[in-house]
Each structure stands twice: as C-alpha cells, then as structure tokens.
Nanobody
Framework: QVQLVESGGGLVQAGGSLRLSCAAS????????MGWFRQAPGREREFVAAIGWSGGTTYYADSVKGRFTISRDNAKNTVYLQMNSLKPEDTAVYSC??????????????WGQGTQVTVSS
C-alpha cells in the first residue's frame, strides 16, 4: 500500500505558474503509474495527466496539453505537475493517484487528499 501527500497548491493570477508535488511513502513509487486529477466545485473529478512507471510515457487531457507537464523522480518517490499559463478554469482541488496496473483516465487505486489551486482573473 502507498500513501500520497500533495503540496504546492495556492493562489495565482491568470497566466502564472505553479508546481505541484505528490510525495509517496509506504512502497516504492516505481511500482505505480501515477496521475493527477482535479475536481472543481459542483463538477465531477476529471483526469489531468498521467505518467508511466518509468516516466517514458505521458498522457494529458486536451484542456491542459501544452501548458502542464507531468514528471516523476522515482529516487525521491515524488511526482510533479508543472502548470504554466494558468487559467481561471484550472481552479480546482488537485489530487494525485497511484495505480499498479492502469494508466490514464480510469486509473486510481490510491489517492491523496488533494491540494487547492485557485487561479484569479
């Protein structure tokens, strides 16, 4: 079993940048594909990005392609989400997910509690 803790959220103006981190403990990160999801008030959780076990494969939602970059450092047991050119519609609670078998929008064996990202216009 793996425990996930997100950090790096906050308040930023439109056009700004944030880098989210997801620190894993309990098991080695390389055992899992990792993903980021977000949930805005009144909306369902949606897939943002995912990265394969060794970091060689990445997937992005169309809404963040070209603006967000997911990466991982298995030696540090940490996954990152670099978010650039942020828009007010990116405002949401961002959570990371770990899945030993699946990658992509349907992944999600283990979840962190999330970190709030607020983008002001």
């Amino acid at each position: 079993q793996v425990q996930l803790v997100e950090s790096g959220g906050g308040l930023v103006q439109a056009g700004g940048s944030l880098r989210l981190s997801c620190a894993a403990s309990g098991r080695t990160l390389s055992s899992y594909a990792m993903g980021w999801f977000r949930q805005a008030p009144g909306r369902e959780r949606e897939f943002v990005a995912a990265i394969g076990w060794s970091g060689g494969t990445t997937y992005y939602a169309d809404s963040v392609k070209g603006r967000f970059t997911i990466s991982r450092d298995n030696a540090k047991n940490t996954v990152y989400l670099q978010m650039n050119s942020l828009k007010p519609e990116d405002t949401a609670v961002y959570s990371c997910a770990a899945d030993p078998r699946k990658i992509g929008a349907t992944m999600g064996g283990y979840w962190g509690q999330g970190t709030q990202v607020t983008v002001s216009s």
